[in-house]
């Protein structure tokens, strides 16, 4: 009598159900993870904008003027997952506001820092929760 070797299909098909669970469970935090990663662009940025704006304020003695081109308080260029702001009207002899938001995925979350070291998350998007003090968002579940 002549034995055969191989799978058969129900152990096929239990090995596949498998990897569809460990897949399953997997990729939600996976995405998490990715999101929290681009998550550190915007909060470094927003770091390094207030250290020049103190750097200005201490060459000027105002705020106003600043997140020009050519100035010490210049704009960073080329963020992947961010577009930063100085908005004008918030820019006076005393204070700034220096804010991102998000592109792509994170259209929707905007973070802001100002003169105070205030660090708010202004608006997350569909399907984040809103953090519930002045901070900035880590997860989307709304955790700073």
Not at 110 to 138: H, K, L, Y
Request: glycine content about 6%; aromatic content about 8%.
């Amino acid at each position: 009598m002549q034995r055969h070797s191989g799978f058969t299909l129900i152990e096929l098909m239990i090995t596949v159900a498998i990897i569809a669970i460990l897949a399953a469970v997997a990729l939600p935090s996976y995405t998490s993870y990715i999101v929290r990663g681009k998550l550190t662009e915007a909060h470094s940025n927003l770091l390094a904008m207030r250290t020049k704006m103190e750097l200005y304020f201490q060459d000027n003695r105002s705020y106003v003027g600043a997140c020009v081109a050519g100035t010490t308080a210049a704009l960073p260029a080329g963020l992947k997952y961010f577009t930063i702001s100085c908005p004008v009207a918030n820019l006076t002899a005393t204070t700034y506001l220096v804010q991102v938001d998000g592109l792509g995925d994170l259209a929707g979350l905007t973070m802001s820092i100002d003169q105070a070291n205030v660090r708010r998350t202004v608006s997350v998007p569909a399907g984040w929760t809103m953090p519930s003090t002045n901070c900035w968002i880590t997860k989307k579940s709304g955790q700073c």
